[in-house]
DNA sequence: CCATTTTTGTTAATTAAATCACATTTATAG
DNA sequence: CTATAAATGTGATTTAATTAACAAAAATGG
């Protein structure tokens, strides 16, 4: 069998990074290989779901057997590119910022805010964890001394329609957003948002609704 | 026509929270009725979406006219009980639930974190925002005098699910993680994530795989 | 008041995701 | 080496979500 040639569902590529996270996670505890059932039952995702997943990637497994964990990471951390330094840039470094800052990824060795900015003078030239915070203005230079590969925006809803403005005039294509206000981009530009705030109403809303 | 009694999809109760934030911010800026097809262009929901989900909580619009904000912000508001004070609990008020908590849901009148938990002694007494930091342990007495409908969870990963089991014991049934580790919790419980990583490398990922 | 336009709400069609079910492969034990 | 057990990978099926298409309803403009 060879591997897949049909497109790849967006939800076994959202799924990438758990797979990726967990096998690392077991691979340093000293696991060696994994079981689709056992694996299903640590991340709750169903064991049929998890083997169709990982099909769209290659012969991963064997069967009597279940999948070599190192392999599974050496396939998935390519894909993922864990293996070159994904540089970030930092917009707005209020409380969660400077909170992303300070933590900077250092669970994820290949993520890392290289740089950050703020509007607020009395913020820019401080430096947390090695990265000085510079004006927005001057992002449009470092992006192109040094690769960005994506940018993460704590700042406010009010701003941030012109900051991403901004960010697109400077070739950025992937940005990051707490803040859930909805801006209009051009279609090869990419914007996700994390938004506390559905997260919070849903997680209320639904456990209201009564499990099924 | 009468509501519907089918089963509300998950993906449109999903969606709601934006519905209602969207809505909102309408009115404030002192407009009173939406097309389907406008509030589409806004979101970047297809308009036929909207008027599907919309569907689900009834015979909210009128045919050549659309909806009316003010109606649909009742509506949607009552589902969201937005008019009785949620209150939440924090737990963890490191640097990510430092900044939460100082932010406290400002924009969100009826999302309260109404008690906050650690568990560094250096940190228990502190006060921050009117909300002083106790003592985990506090908590069960806490979830009995006060209303609690909900947990965040801003602890490391290797402590979380001990914090789960504790909150579980405590009839906590609501949970948002920010540490992404994967908790055994009984089936009436429900947590959800908040997984940074994964958000980041999913996005330089989809970016990578060129859109469609 | 009537004709035209707009826009909803929903049935039908489509697309996407998850799951079932099982033939096939490999491991293992005797 | 063979028989048995275990687990994969994938067609077939089911379930869920989205989108298209359009009849019916309401508004608007003579
Ligand atoms: N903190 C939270 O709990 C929380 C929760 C949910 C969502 N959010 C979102 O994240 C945003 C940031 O939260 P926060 O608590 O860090 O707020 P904050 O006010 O502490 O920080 C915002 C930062 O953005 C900077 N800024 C403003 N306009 C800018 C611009 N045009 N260019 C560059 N920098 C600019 C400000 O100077 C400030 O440093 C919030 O506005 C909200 O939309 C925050
Ligand atoms: N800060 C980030 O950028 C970031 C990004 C992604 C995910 N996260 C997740 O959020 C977690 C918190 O991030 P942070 O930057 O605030 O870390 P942090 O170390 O600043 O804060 C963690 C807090 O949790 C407390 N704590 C530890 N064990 C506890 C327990 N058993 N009971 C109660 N409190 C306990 C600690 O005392 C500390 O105050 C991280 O471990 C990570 O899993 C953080």
């Known amino acids: 069998m060879?591997?897949?040639?049909?497109?790849?569902?967006?939800?076994?590529?959202?799924?990438?990074?758990?797979?990726?996270?967990?096998?690392c996670n077991l691979a340093d505890n000293g696991y060696l290989r994994i079981k689709s059932a056992q694996l299903g039952k640590i991340i709750q995702i169903e064991p049929t779901t998890i083997r169709r997943d990982f099909s769209y990637f290659g012969d991963l497994g064997k069967s009597g057997y279940g999948y070599d964990i190192a392999h599974l990471i050496q396939i998935f951390g390519e894909i993922l590119e864990v293996n070159e330094t994904q540089g970030l840039a930092l917009i707005g470094v209020g409380n969660l910022g400077r909170a992303l800052l300070i933590n900077n990824f250092r669970r994820n060795p290949n993520l890392e805010i290289v740089s950050a900015y703020d509007a607020d003078p009395h913020v820019i030239g401080e430096t947390i964890n090695e990265v000085t915070?510079?004006?927005?203005?001057?992002?449009?230079?470092?992006?192109?001394?040094?690769?960005?590969?994506?940018?993460?925006?704590?700042?406010?809803?009010h701003a941030f329609q012109e900051v991403v403005d901004y960010l697109v005039a400077c070739g950025i294509t992937s940005i990051l957003s707490f803040a859930p206000e909805p801006v209009h981009v051009p279609k090869n530009v990419h914007v996700r948002y994390l938004d506390l705030t559905s997260e919070v109403q849903n997680l209320l809303l639904l456990s209201d609704i009564a499990e099924v």
């Open 2 to 23: 060879t591997p897949h040639n049909k497109k790849i569902p967006r939800m076994s590529i959202e799924r990438l990074p758990i797979y990726y996270r967990t096998l």
């Open 133 to 157: 915070i510079q004006s927005l203005n001057e992002l449009k230079e470092d992006s192109q001394t040094q690769a960005i590969k994506g940018v993460i925006s704590t700042v406010p809803s």
